[in-house]
Structure formats: structure tokens, C-alpha cells
């Protein structure tokens, strides 16, 4: 550790007081790994900040600016492409200790919170007052709004209601150069000036940090309904949705699970599903409690057009649980079959979806890795867990080649390598292949507006 480094951590440990402070190797080590689960861990943080106010976070900034030392947020540390993972020194900032909500308004159907709010418990205090926050990355239970802000999170029901970058208003960001300055506003409409928030959205913590947000709420629907039917072809799962949607219903949430992860969770967590099948829809149905049956009878008769085999509906909240953990337990199935698991978030035009479900599969057998398709048909994504053993060498490069002609395919369906969960360190090389160099240079340009002196996260995304 340079001098001028440790000379931060005991300025640190002076203002903030020193057990908001950690910097023992033991305690940095906790927070070297995200949930990208990389291979190697060859970098660990120089110390681990708990802010507790924004005024703290002034506080670091300005210190790390000083000492030209890199500033690496973190909320539950589970985005999985190592966006917060330390590759060159530097400090991680912890928002646990900024997890408040501050204000729940219902007339102006918006909430106000810092950062370090789980997201779970956010979405609890938001239906309490009748409200709904829609975007649901399925791991809300532990992952917190400042990371999914940050990370432009998606989730099941991003193909009817959009995802993160939808429904925030008004940003406070703490500035590279330790300035606080405000995104939008708390309206639901605003045209005055650039549109910072959204390029805020999604910047992974590498343009400023995230200190409070301001959150548009919309009224929860009163009913809700899942359905899980199996078909003969995945192009017969999206010929159903596809003829759904012609009828001008627009499920919350149309997910599609391949055969392989049909196997792997029945295998792991039997739940009597029919394992013969290609593909399975899991499609959430919601709305005014007198809809639900319509919209049900409808897509009922559209599944059984397109042949559809063992449909089941919810008719109380066990029933709509057990539907859900079938799609739910794919990745923690997938974790079972090898030391290893790894996922994705590619994403084409919904009238290539089929395409890329095949092209995954031909090139995962090319290079005999297990793979397991589950995704979002609604909007086009798919999530290919693939379990692997970083121990086998051979295996992890096969692994990797296979990654880039997934990519490949991905931008030659019209696609983009990241729906959901963003960049990071572990993506960054493929960017160029769906981004054009003078975008990317504009992006480039943009980040050094922000942070002149790269501490912010430095080196991730491009
Ligand atoms: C099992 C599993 C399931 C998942 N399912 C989904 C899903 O369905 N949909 C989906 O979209 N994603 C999903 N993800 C990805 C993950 O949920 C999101 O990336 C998540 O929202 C990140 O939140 P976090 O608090 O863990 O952030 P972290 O991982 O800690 O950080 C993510 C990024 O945010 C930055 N950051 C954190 N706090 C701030 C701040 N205050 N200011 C500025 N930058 C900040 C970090 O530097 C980093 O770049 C899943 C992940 C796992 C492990």
C-alpha cells in the first residue's frame, strides 16, 4: 500500500471515526468478490468506508480526489459482472449504514430514499400505502436501490411496466469533485434541460455516486395470477405470446424456461414438472380482480391453440408461489451440477427470440457446456446459466470462446450483450461488438466531464 494511501485511511479513520472504517487485510478481503464469481481473485479494496450521511460521502470524495485514490461503491456487492470489484486499489464505499426511507408521498405517488435501502423492504413500505414499484430484479431481497439505480436492473416484469430507468425522477449525486448536485426533479414530467438522470441510470458508479433518489410509484394493481404451460418448440412458446399480445392483453410478465433448466430444477427441486417438454411459459396476469378471470380464459384458449400441454393456474397465493419458485430455482438448480455457475442478459428484438434460444444452444454443444435458458420471452432476454468448473482450464476457455459467439449472435439478431445486468469489468471487452467506437468515445468523453481525474470506478464499462 503506497504512503499516500495510507495517509487516506488514517484521515479517514480520524473523521468518520475509525470503526466506520476497515482496512485490516482479513475485513478487505470480504468485500474483493462480487456475485460476477471470478475466477481469480487478484485485487483486494485498500479500505471499506461505511457512509453515513451525504455530507460523508463529501467528505471521502474530496479526501480521494487529494490522494487520487479510486472510489468503488458497493450496495449488496450481487451485480454479476464484477462492477464492483477493485482491479486498481482504492476504497469501497458501503451504503448499509445509508438505508433509510425518507418519504413515502402518496398524493405525488413518489418515494424518497438513500441509497443503501434494500430493495425488498422498499417494495413492502411501498405496498403498504397501495403504491407499486415495479422493477423486480429477483434478487430484490438482498440487493439494495442505490445498486440496481446504478446498474439499470430490470427484472420479470420489465416487458409491461420498463425497468429502473422508467421510474426515476430526480437523482442527488455526489460529484468526482465532491459537488452535490440534483439530476431532475421530484414532477412526473420534466423538459427542462438535459436529461441527467437517465444517463445517470446505469453508469455503474462510474460518473458520480448515488447519495438519494427519487422514486415514481404507480397505483398497485388490485389482482394477480400466474399460469405455467409447456409446449412442443420454443417457437410454438413464442407463438403463443405473440397471439396473447395480439389480443391486447399485456401480461406483467411473460417467462420462459428451456428444457435443460425444466431438467435441472425438477432434478434438484422436484415440483412436478413435465420434463419431456422444450419450453415452459410462466406468464403473470394482473389488474382489476374482475379482469383476471377474462384475461385468463383468453390466454388459456390462445395456449391450447398453439398446443400446449398441462396448463396450470393459480388460484391462491400457495399455488402462485409454487408456479414462481419452479422459474425462480433455475439458477440455484443450475449451481448444483458444477462448483461454478455463471449467467447472462442478452437481449434481441422479441421476433428473434427463437433464433437466439437455438443459437445458444448449437453453440454451448459446440463447446460441451451444459446450459440452461431461462428469460424474459415478454421482452426479448434470456439468461444462459451455464455451470462450469474454473479448476478445468480446458473447460473455462471453451467456456469463454463460447461467451463471444454468444455475443456474436446476439449483435448479428439485432441484440445488445446487457438488458438488465449491466457491464462491469467482465463484459467490457465485448462492448465495442454492439457499441460503434465513436459512441463509445462519446461515452469516454462524457465520463471525463464527470470525473476528470478517473476515481470513480475506474475502467469499467469501456
Ligand atoms: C441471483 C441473482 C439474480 C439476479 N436477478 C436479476 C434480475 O432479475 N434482474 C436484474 O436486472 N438483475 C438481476 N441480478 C443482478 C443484480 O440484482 C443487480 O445488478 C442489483 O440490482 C445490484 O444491486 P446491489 O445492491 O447488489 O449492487 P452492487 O452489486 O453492490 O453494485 C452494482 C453497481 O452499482 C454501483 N453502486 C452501488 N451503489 C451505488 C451508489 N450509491 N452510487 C453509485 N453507484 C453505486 C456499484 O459501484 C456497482 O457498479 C441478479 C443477481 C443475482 C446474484
Not at 216 to 225: G, M, S, W, Y
Not at 303 to 311: D, F, P, T
Not at 323 to 341: D, T
Request: hydrophobic share 40%; aromatic share 6%; proline share 3%.
Amino acid at each position: 500500500m503506497s504512503i499516500s494511501t495510507k495517509n487516506l485511511i488514517k484521515e479517514l479513520k480520524k473523521d468518520l471515526t475509525a470503526d466506520n472504517v476497515l482496512s485490516t487485510k482479513e475485513e478487505c478481503y470480504a468485500y474483493a468478490q462480487d456475485a460476477s464469481n471470478s475466477r481469480i481473485i487478484t485485487n483486494i479494496p485498500d479500505a471499506v468506508v461505511f457512509v453515513r450521511s451525504t455530507s460523508d460521502v463529501v467528505d471521502v470524495v474530496k479526501k480521494a480526489k487529494k490522494y487520487k485514490t479510486p472510489i468503488i461503491c458497493r450496495g449488496a456487492g450481487t451485480n454479476t459482472v464484477g462492477a464492483c470489484r477493485v482491479e486498481h486499489g482504492g476504497i469501497i464505499l458501503n451504503f448499509s449504514k445509508m438505508n433509510k426511507i425518507i418519504e413515502i408521498n402518496k398524493k405525488n405517488m413518489t418515494a424518497t430514499v438513500q441509497p443503501g435501502v434494500v430493495l425488498g423492504d422498499l417494495l413492502t413500505e411501498i405496498e403498504k400505502s397501495g403504491l407499486f414499484y415495479p422493477p423486480d430484479p429477483s434478487n430484490l431481497k438482498v440487493s439494495t436501490i442505490g445498486g440496481s439505480i446504478a446498474q439499470a436492473s430490470g427484472g420479470a416484469k420489465t416487458f409491461k411496466y420498463g425497468s429502473t430507468k422508467n421510474y426515476i425522477l430526480n437523482l442527488e449525486i455526489v460529484t468526482a469533485n465532491g459537488e452535490i448536485i440534483k439530476t431532475g426533479s421530484d414532477t412526473v414530467k420534466n423538459a427542462t434541460g438535459y436529461n441527467l438522470t437517465s444517463l445517470f441510470v446505469g453508469s455503474e458508479g462510474t460518473l458520480g455516486i448515488i447519495t438519494e433518489a427519487v422514486l415514481k410509484l404507480i397505483p398497485k394493481p388490485e389482482a394477480a395470477e400466474v399460469m405455467m404451460a409447456y409446449f412442443d418448440t420454443v417457437e410454438d412458446a413464442v407463438k403463443a405470446v405473440d397471439m396473447i399480445i395480439d389480443q391486447k392483453i399485456m401480461p406483467a410478465t411473460i417467462d420462459f424456461m428451456d428444457k435443460n433448466a425444466i431438467n435441472t430444477v425438477e432434478k434438484f427441486y422436484p415440483a412436478g414438472l413435465l420434463c419431456d417438454k422444450d419450453a415452459a411459459l410462466v406468464i403473470e396476469i394482473d389488474g382489476m380482480a374482475e379482469s383476471i378471470i377474462y384475461q385468463q380464459k383468453i390466454i388459456e384458449n390462445i395456449l391450447n391453440k398453439c398446443g400446449a400441454s398441462a396448463i396450470q393456474v393459480s388460484h391462491n397465493q400457495e399455488e402462485y408461489e409454487r408456479i414462481w419458485m419452479a422459474r425462480r430455482s433455475s439458477m440455484g438448480a443450475c449451481a448444483k451440477l458444477k462448483p461454478n455457475v455463471t449467467t447472462d442478459d442478452v437481449i434481441v428484438p422479441r421476433q428473434n427470440l427463437a433464433k437466439l434460444v437455438h443459437g445458444i444452444r448449437e453453440i454451448c454443444d459446440k463447446y460441451n457446456l451444459d446450459t440452461c435458458l431461462v428469460g424474459h420471452v415478454g421482452d426479448g432476454s434470456v439468461h444462459p446459466q451455464i455451470p462450469i468448473d474454473y479448476r478445468n482450464e480446458d473447460e473455462y476457455k471453451r467456456f469463454k470462446m463460447a461467451k463471444a459467439e454468444i455475443y456474436d449472435l446476439t449483435a448479428a439478431l439485432g441484440g445488445i450483450i446487457s438488458g438488465e445486468h449491466g457491464i462491469g469489468a467482465d463484459k467490457r471487452q465485448y462492448i465495442s461488438k454492439v457499441i460503434s467506437k465513436t459512441t463509445l468515445d462519446y461515452m469516454r468523453e462524457i465520463k471525463k466531464v464527470f470525473d476528470p481525474d478517473n476515481i470513480l470506478n475506474p475502467y469499467k464499462i469501456f
